[in-house]
């Protein structure tokens, strides 16, 4: 039985031809490769099985292309045998807290998640690189090179084995300045466009250097048919002016679903059937539904616990009392402010005592409603936001680092209402450009105003900051090093301010407008945090790429000697720790990143239980068949173990007649 497991991500590749061959089977045939045997497309006869529907050679058809769009596509379904190690030093609350925050080049990274959350990101946003002739990202166009030789010459591994970055800014006087980042960003959107569920969505930011290409290549990954549509948002009073003298004053936001068109645009607008109701004052807006305002299955929140003002201008609160009762409404005080300013909240007389009033708010055909404050419709149907621009990111910056740390950060307003839309309360959400950590940032935010367990990953290429940069003089040394530490800094300061707000609300002291910062170092807003935190996530797993945790013997053991194999091998680096090699296993067994670790020992030994049984894991040496029966009896779906570990022959022998006893059901894996 083959139970050794590959501590490297699958084949797209090779997963494509087993479906060709499910297919064609005559079309496909196998191979010798590295002393392994693999499927390969015989393409005469695969062509003779869709003679039908073949393109002849050099026929012109429609399509986008580029020098090195194929090798683009090759390098996106190439596996790797790169891992991620944990960094519990840099986490926050690391064995408790779902999120993540990846330090690495993306494309890899994106390789390693497929493994896991294959089809279970429900919202990705992303502001990659605009390609202005000033921006760095990481390329490589040696592609007539082999696998081996392109990462090297990529400078992903230096000749010792260790990581180093190679990040290459794209100067508009480059021959191949678009193609470049054509190459950069297809494969690393092909990897995206897997991790999304069926009816998952990307968001993605741009200017007007590639705004054209985005929307080619999109349409071609995600499919022209779920494009959503295109936001249009001010990003500065004023602009700034380009080359031929024109005031440049927004940029982009493109929207794709990947298969369920459907599901974002009721989520957006709403059932057509309930559109029942006429607004005779606002026609340009349709027709409109009512929506109860209070809501009781959404768990209390105390901001959400305020006095609205009725006809009859007596207060109504959320279930007909202040307090925890259960109730709440679903907005936020200046968001009804600002419904109500715009006509879209109706009162009703409550049916069950009408002396009092229900309060509702309106949907409409042709207005998102859950974003009025700042979608306006143009004549020909594109939303235009406003009120989202940098300046409030950069005040949003200022507040928390004390100085402008971070060039050109998105508003986490913005983001916000990306997440409304495009998520929903448990989604996972992912940045894989994430610079200042500004999406991390608005999850935790939107969260503690809703009640919300959103989890987030944000993956950032850790590039070294400008010497001259304030970032670099605040102590700053790369750009990861600025989005951890904002995280921080932003879950400390949203717990405090949900502290300050449910103590002044439980001291029964909290009016409407009142300020109540005398709340802060009271006794009972150190109580609300303690309770905040238990509920509030805002904690991080740091993990960093890096190399296999795996000698090179363990991917090329036919290149091995007769004279090392008469001695013992070690299959793993020296430097790698047993938490180290747990994370490359959950990576393969498809176990998420932010599973429950708990660390145990039996007779000197430790053992990993990750998510209760999912997976027990143990990694030290000399284990004896008391660890291993203490391990069976726990009846784990998978157990882990070096191929090293045993303390003899017989142990190792004797390991799967002790699950066979204990736990018939496991699966026993050897690294």
């Not at 002849?56 to 190439?78: C, F, H, S």
């Not at 009703?348 to 979608?375: G, H, L, N, R």
């Not at 102590?475 to 949203?494: L, M, Q, S």
Request: with cysteine; charged share 30%; proline share 3%.
């Amino acid at each position: 039985m083959n139970n050794k497991l590959d501590m490297k991500t699958a084949s797209v590749a090779q997963g494509n031809i087993e479906k060709i061959r499910q297919l064609f089977p005559d079309a496909v045939t196998e191979v010798e490769k590295d002393g392994k045997t693999e499927l390969a497309i015989d393409f005469d006869v695969l062509k003779q099985e869709l003679s039908e529907s073949l393109i002849d050679e050099g026929k012109e058809r429609y399509q986008m292309t580029w020098p090195g769009k194929r090798q683009a596509i090759v390098l996106a379904n190439t596996s790797t045998t790169d891992t991620l190690r944990p960094c519990k030093e840099e986490s926050v609350d690391f064995d408790n807290t779902q999120n993540l925050y990846i330090e690495g080049d993306n494309l890899n990274v994106l390789k390693l998640l497929r493994e896991t959350y294959l089809s279970k990101i429900k919202m990705i946003y992303i502001d990659p690189p605009y390609n202005t002739g000033n921006d760095s990202f990481v390329y490589n166009d040696c592609y007539s090179m082999d696998e081996e030789e392109f990462l090297k010459a990529g400078g992903y591994y230096d000749e010792d084995g260790n990581r180093v970055i190679d990040v290459k800014e794209n100067k508009e006087s480059n021959g191949k300045f678009h193609t470049d980042w054509l190459n950069m960003l297809y494969p690393r959107l092909r990897l995206a466009r897997d991790l999304l569920t069926d009816d998952g969505v990307i968001f993605i930011s741009i200017d007007d250097n590639e705004q054209a290409n985005l929307k080619k290549i999109c349409d071609e990954i995600f499919g022209e048919s779920n494009f959503i549509g295109e936001l249009v948002r001010m990003v500065m009073e004023g602009g700034k002016s380009d080359s031929q003298g024109i005031a440049i004053e927004h940029e982009y936001c493109l929207i794709y679903i990947k298969q369920d068109i459907n599901g974002i645009n009721q989520r957006i607008a709403g059932k057509q059937d309930h559109y029942n109701k006429k607004d005779n004052h606002f026609e340009e807006r349709g027709y409109y539904y009512l929506k109860p305002l209070e809501n009781g299955g959404l768990g209390y929140v105390p901001s959400l616990d305020y006095p609205i003002i009725g006809p009859d201008g007596k207060e109504i609160y959320p279930g007909g009392a202040h307090g925890d009762n259960g109730y709440r409404w679903v907005w936020g005080r200046e968001k009804f402010n600002r419904a109500l300013s715009l006509d879209m909240i109706e009162f009703s007389v409550s049916q069950k005592d009408s002396t009092k009033y229900k309060v509702y708010y309106k949907i409409y055909e042709k207005v998102d409603t859950d974003c009025m404050p700042i979608i306006k419709m143009l004549p020909f149907g594109s939303l235009y936001l406003d009120g989202f621009t940098n300046r409030q990111a950069i005040i949003e910056v200022k507040k928390i680092f004390g100085d402008r740390i971070f060039s050109y950060p998105k508003p986490t307003t913005f983001i916000k209402e990306l997440i409304k839309i495009g998520a929903n309360k448990d989604s996972i959400i992912l940045d894989f450009f994430s610079g200042s950590a500004t999406t991390a940032h608005a999850v935790m935010q939107l969260n503690a105003e809703d009640g919300g367990n959103r989890k987030f990953i944000m993956v950032q290429l850790p590039e070294k900051c400008d010497e001259k940069s304030e970032a670099y003089k605040a102590g700053y040394k790369n750009i990861c090093e600025i989005g951890k530490e904002r995280i921080r800094r932003a879950g400390t300061k949203i717990v405090e301010e949900r502290a300050h707000l449910l103590s002044a609300v439980k001291s029964g002291a909290f009016e409407k407008g009142k300020p109540f910062a005398q709340f802060t170092n009271s006794e009972s807003a150190k109580a609300a945090q303690a309770e905040i935190r238990k509920t509030l996530d805002i904690g991080f797993r740091v993990l960093k790429l890096d190399s296999s945790n795996m000698q090179d013997v363990y991917y090329n053991p036919a290149a091995v000697s007769q004279t090392l194999l008469d001695a013992t091998i070690d299959n793993i680096k020296p430097d790698r720790t047993p938490l180290d090699l747990l994370f490359q296993v959950m990576l393969e067994l498809g176990v998420p990143l932010s599973a429950k670790i708990e660390e145990n020992a039996v007779n000197g030994k430790t053992y990993y239980a990750v998510n209760g049984n999912d997976m027990i894991a143990c990694f030290d040496d000399a284990i004896d068949e008391e660890v291993i029966t203490e391990i069976a009896k726990q009846q784990p779906l998978y157990a882990v173990f070096k191929d090293q570990s045993f303390a003899s022959d017989s142990v190792a022998i004797n390991n799967e007649q002790l699950f066979k006893t204990h736990s018939p059901a496991t699966t026993i894996k050897v690294i």
